[in-house]
């Protein structure tokens, strides 16, 4: 039986398919398998006026405003600034980060979760945040492989390519945003010890534990993609609420937000099918649990600015819930942990970026 201990109390998740869970050290740590058997509103600028136009004309270009791409206009206001999103190709697959502002003494955590992940306040740097999870052809494009468990039979008209990519530990995912980095003119953010990241084959990525890979150096200020830390993941997921899942409060309302066991049907799905949050983020809750940079530990309060997480440990943060568990485990605020040299068939990533 695979379960959740609750100190004396063993709950029952023998429904989870080839993953357990278990209460250490103030988190709950994600037992992976190494393998499994079977992924602004338009700005409307008006154009100044000529030297010669009239007064009169003038005068009524100063109240009309510029219609917005909500079918609005302005009303006198001032126009929204340019979305600073920036969507980027790499092997003819594109995908978007979204922009998220920066964040002062901004509340994370929840009520929900008092004894790991209680209510607390976070300040971040600008950043950007990947719409969706890395899905399969993204993976491909950058790796040449594709390591999923799901890499066939997609639901209904599902597009293969477009599920998310998993069964990848997190030494497979910094690499992959180093490679993708070097795929688009960017600046790396991750250096590893004896690694050269150009001739790098996905078969040296280290598939037991590894000191060199454990001790990867990241470089925040590097305009590269990386993995999120984990109050940069909780921020985006909240979607500028407070509500308890990435996108809605209300656990009836979930199934519109997230794929999960009560409608995943032991499997994962298409990227970008459900509801986005407030910050335009697709799957933040459900399909597959994302891999942070965190190594995994208690939460001292208050945190540092752009807390990167503990200076070491044995396990990495992973957040947001998969396919296969309940609606609690899918809560933005829920907290888990993974040996970074495993992997299982619930679990991928979402990058992020410098502006």
């Not at 790991?116 to 494009?141: C, D, F, M």
């Not at 925040?220 to 997921?237: H, Y």
């Not at 503990?310 to 609606?327: N, P, Y």
């Amino acid at each position: 039986m695979t379960g959740l201990l609750y100190g004396e109390e063993l709950m029952d998740f023998s429904f989870i398919n080839s993953i357990s869970f278990f209460r250490r050290k103030y988190m709950i740590k994600l037992n992976l398998n190494k393998s499994s058997a079977a992924s602004s509103g338009r700005l409307c600028a008006l154009k100044r006026a000529a030297a010669l136009i009239t007064a009169a004309l003038i005068a009524v270009l100063m109240f009309t405003g510029c219609p917005n791409s909500a079918g609005g206009s302005g009303g006198g206001t001032t126009p929204p600034a340019p979305s600073a999103d920036k969507t980027y190709t790499v092997g003819g697959v594109s995908f978007t980060m979204k922009d998220i502002a920066a964040v002062t003494n901004g509340t994370v955590g929840h009520t929900d979760n008092t004894d790991n992940n209680a209510p607390h306040t976070v300040s971040l740097t600008a950043y950007r945040i990947g719409e969706t999870e890395v899905t399969q052809e993204l993976w491909h494009a950058v790796m040449g492989n594709n390591p999923s468990n799901f890499s066939g039979s997609p639901e209904g008209s599902e597009v293969q390519g477009k599920r998310p990519v998993e069964n990848v530990n997190w030494y497979q995912c910094i690499a992959f945003c180093n490679k993708l980095s070097k795929a688009c003119n960017l600046d790396p953010c991750y250096t590893v010890t004896g690694v050269n990241f150009d001739t790098l084959n996905f078969s040296a990525i280290p598939t037991s534990d590894d000191s060199d890979w454990n001790n990867a150096v990241l470089d925040m200020s590097k305009n590269g993609f990386r993995l999120p830390t984990e109050a940069e993941w909780e921020w985006a997921a909240k979607g500028g609420t407070n509500d308890k899942w990435a996108g809605t409060n209300e656990e009836a309302q979930l199934v519109n937000y997230a794929w999960y066991d009560a409608n995943s049907g032991n499997k994962t799905h298409q990227v970008k099918l459900k509801s986005a949050n407030g910050y335009g983020l697709y799957d933040m809750s459900g399909n597959v649990w994302e891999w942070c940079w965190d190594w995994s530990d208690s939460l001292s309060y208050p945190l540092p600015p752009d807390y990167e997480g503990a200076a070491s440990g044995d396990d990495r943060v992973l957040r947001g819930g998969g396919w296969d568990i309940v609606a609690g485990y899918a809560a933005r605020a829920f907290r888990v942990s993974g040996s970074p040299d495993k992997r299982g068939n619930s679990v991928g990533l979402r990058l992020v970026s410098r502006p």
